[in-house]
């Protein structure tokens, strides 16, 4: 049994919160963003946050060395967009592997500088963070050609294949499948997973005795009061799709406050035969875009969940900061985690 494994027995674990929400209050240029091996790129590149742990991981390390500071047992690496499918939007679909090698080199650093000045600290993990794509293979960007797909599935699979590769090889912990809107986009992820540990099973050597592959956590988004994800599955539906993969976890993250998010994370914590996770936003956003909830806040939702019995492993998405993560960590600290029932779909 892998440590984590043996951790999420014994306690609730935490995430970590918001990277682009704590990339934002750096006020970085186009200049930060480009460094000196961009600095003649033929495109604008801010925005592309992914590429920053190239051209300024000081930047990054230290965004996880606060979260690590907070308490988090798991960080995410800065690869929500690191496929060549995102990267295409600034031409970059070529550094795809490069970026996802040089996000964990960023986490892991952050985590040997954590530890060096925390002697006897618990472990903590790296989480490679696997996002949704900006093409679905459920959906139409064609209002008027329902049937038209911009993408195909075999191409989001070569696209979350070397994601997986460079993620695998830079030396993540677990893969995270994030953010989920369209199910058959993650459901290519979770190929892609599988068939990469087939095709190497080499590398599989560190993980579960090296049965298998990266223990892989997923978690889905559910985008309003109807309980349904964007592409129109209700959650039930949606863990029923997914758990084929025999995940470490399965959860809800984004779209949601937790004030929003609760009854959904009850009824997942009903219906799932393997540990839970949520990372809800800072409540909901305001006229200007921006997250108001406070840390107390945030931190008072998850810790209802936690002590009925909802979750095992927490954290923040959207507009959540360091002050988010400490207040759960230490809202939680104390409480059983869920027991892992026996599920009807699994």
């Keep these: 049994m892998s440590k984590i494994k043996e951790l999420l027995q014994q306690r609730i674990l935490v995430l970590d919160g918001a990277m682009g929400t ?44 606060e ?27 070529s550094l795809a592997y490069e970026l996802n090698v040089a996000s964990v080199k960023c986490a892991r650093e952050a985590i040997d500088a954590f530890v060096s000045e925390h002697p006897g600290t618990g472990p903590k993990f790296i989480a490679g963070a696997i996002g949704p794509l900006n093409k679905t293979l459920s959906l139409s960007p064609d209002v008027n050609n329902p049937g038209y797909r911009a993408v195909t599935f075999d191409e989001v699979v070569a696209a979350y294949t070397e994601q997986i590769h460079g993620l695998i090889d830079g030396g993540a ?84 406050g937790a004030k929003e998010m609760r009854p959904h994370v ?14 809800p936003n800072a409540g909901l956003p305001n006229a200007m875009g921006e997250y108001d909830e406070l840390p107390e806040q945030t931190a008072a939702f998850l810790e209802d969940w936690a002590k009925e019995g909802y979750v095992n492993i927490v954290g ?12 759960i960590a230490k809202a939680v600290k104390d409480v059983t985690p869920r027991t892992v029932p026996v599920a009807a779909y699994n």
């Design 67 to 93: 979260y690590l500071e907070a308490g988090s047992d798991i960080i995410e690496t800065n690869t929500f967009s690191s496929t060549s499918i995102a990267q295409a939007d600034y031409d970059m679909q």
């Design 266 to 279: 009850s009824e997942l914590a009903h219906l799932a035969g393997c540990y839970v996770s949520a990372y």
């Design 173 to 256: 912990d677990l893969l995270l499948i994030e953010t989920i809107f369209d199910t058959l986009n993650a459901k290519a992820a979770i190929f892609a997973v599988k068939q990469f540990f087939r095709d190497h099973p080499e590398k599989a050597t560190r993980f579960n005795n090296g049965a298998e592959g990266a223990p892989v956590m997923i978690s889905g988004t559910i985008t309003d009061a109807s309980g349904r994800t964007l592409s129109g599955q209700t959650l039930e539906a949606f863990y029923i799709s997914v758990a084929h993969a025999s995940p470490l976890s399965v959860g809800l993250n984004c779209a949601l």
């Design 316 to 327: 923040g998405c959207c507009g959540t900061t360091p002050a988010h993560i400490a207040a």
């Design 22 to 65: 704590m990339i934002q209050r750096y006020r970085l240029t186009e200049e930060d963003y480009r460094g000196n091996r961009f600095q003649n790129w033929h495109s604008d590149v801010k925005g592309n946050n992914d590429l920053l742990s190239i051209t300024r991981p000081d930047v990054i390390k230290a965004i996880h060395k």
